[in-house]
């Protein structure tokens, strides 16, 4: 298995001390890692003054059905363009499969099934993404940047964006609280 199959589907996990404060607890859905570069969702933060109602009506679509619920700070990079991860059962032409677990859409006909009561069991949306250009996130990894953790569908789904990193780094066996701000060489 090669590097870029390894990260995509996994979570990235900040690490302590990350030297940019965008990603300070950032936790990254990894959707696509390929020698082109990299491209995750990030869904450990949230935008606050921001809901899922007032997206959809910010686009032109009636909430209808739709549940209210918190919109996620996707990434630095076009923090307007909205994304959707969600459980794979659902898909369209555009739809990338992410590993077993769950899939990424940009579409608008997702939103407006999602408002109408359909679209997939389980989504998050986010505004804006991470990107990485080729062999970038493989320079943030080998400086201890991030940690790659296994893309768990609970995590995504089913755990607040204000838990999710430390509940991701505790599901693989780690208390985030012993982790250290520096690293060392050996």
């Not at 940009?106 to 359909?118: F, P, Q, T, V």
């Not at 062999?135 to 204000?162: C, K, S």
Request: charged letters at 20%; proline letters at 6%; hydrophobic letters at 40%.
């Amino acid at each position: 298995m090669s590097e870029a199959e390894y990260l995509t589907g996994r979570l990235l996990l900040a690490m302590p001390g990350m030297a940019d404060p965008r990603f300070a607890r950032a936790v990254i859905a990894m959707c696509v890692h390929d020698e082109n570069g990299a491209l995750g969702i990030g869904i450990g933060h949230v935008r606050s003054g921001l809901n899922f109602h007032e997206l959809l009506e910010n686009v032109g679509i009636e909430p209808g059905q739709a549940p209210d619920c918190p919109v996620h700070h996707g990434g630095p990079v076009e923090p307007s363009r909205g994304f959707v991860l969600h459980s794979p059962e659902w898909s369209d032409g555009e739809t990338i499969k992410v590993g077993d677990g769950w899939a990424l859409s940009a579409s608008l006909d997702l939103l407006r099934e999602i408002a109408a009561g359909g679209g997939p069991e389980r989504w998050l949306i986010a505004l804006g993404y991470a990107g990485w250009g080729a062999g970038q996130l493989d320079g943030e990894m080998r400086r201890h940047g991030w940690y790659a953790a296994q893309g768990r569908p609970e995590l995504l789904f089913g755990t607040p964006a204000e838990t999710r990193w430390a509940a991701t780094w505790r599901a693989e066996g780690v208390d985030p609280a012993l982790l250290a701000n520096t690293t060392g060489r050996a």
